[in-house]
Structure formats: structure tokens, C-alpha cells
Nanobody, 124 residues
Framework: QVQLVESGGGSVHTGGSLRLSCAAS????????MAWFRQAPGKEREGVAC???????MYADSVKGRFTISRDNVKNTVYLQMNSLEPEDTDIYYC??????????????????WGQGTQVTVSS
């Protein structure tokens, strides 16, 4: 099993920045594809960004140019640097992992491991 723990959420004003962290344990981190999802009340969980074991990345159109996903295979941690935050980015953000991810990385069903979530609030 894989355990994921998110941190770094908080509240900022429009245009501000936050960096989310997700620490992984219980598996070989370098073998895991990692992703960030977000979910608002009553909404489906949506993919924000993905970073593959190869280092390749994918982003939702809504965050391209503003968010950057990265991984540190020494610290077994994946990050989501969020810049130019907008009120629409307000959500609970979840870290996800799996050893196999299908082409549609942005679908939550492809990930077997999830963190507890961290709240991000962006006020106007």
C-alpha cells in the first residue's frame, strides 16, 4: 500500500501563490505516477496535474501556465506550485498515485492511492 500526506494548503488573495506538498511512503516512490486533483462541494473530483515516473507532465487547461507539478525522488515528495491563483482555484486538493495510469490521467478512477486532502482558498 501507498500512504500519501498532503500539506501546504491555506488562504490567499487573488494573484497569490501557494506550494502544496505530498509526501509518499509505503512504496518505491520512483515507481509511482503522481497527480493532483481538486474537488469542490457537490462537484466531481477533477485532475489538475500529473507527473509521470519519466518526469513528463500533464496539466488541465485551466491551470496551464500558472501551476507547476514537480517531484523530488530523494524526499519522496511531489509538489504543486500554484501561482496567479484565482477564486476559481478554491477547492480541496488531493494527491493521488498509481503505478499504472491510463491515457486519461485526469480521471480519478485511474488512481488507487489518495491523500487526505488540503484546503486551498483564494479570495477576491
Amino acid at each position: 500500500q501507498v500512504q500519501l500526506v498532503e500539506s501546504g494548503g491555506g488562504s490567499v488573495h487573488t494573484g497569490g501563490s501557494l506550494r502544496l506538498s505530498c509526501a509518499a511512503s509505503g512504496s518505491t516512490f520512483s515507481s509511482l505516477h503522481m497527480a493532483w486533483f481538486r474537488q469542490a462541494p457537490g462537484k466531481e473530483r477533477e485532475g489538475v496535474a500529473c507527473i509521470y515516473t519519466s518526469g513528463g507532465t500533464m496539466y488541465a487547461d485551466s491551470v496551464k501556465g500558472r501551476f507547476t507539478i514537480s517531484r523530488d525522488n530523494v524526499k519522496n515528495t511531489v509538489y504543486l506550485q500554484m501561482n496567479s491563483l484565482e477564486p476559481e482555484d478554491t477547492d480541496i486538493y488531493y494527491c493521488a498515485a498509481d503505478r499504472n495510469v491510463a491515457g486519461r490521467w485526469y480521471l480519478a478512477q485511474h488512481y488507487n492511492y489518495w491523500g487526505q486532502g488540503t484546503q486551498v482558498t483564494v479570495s477576491s
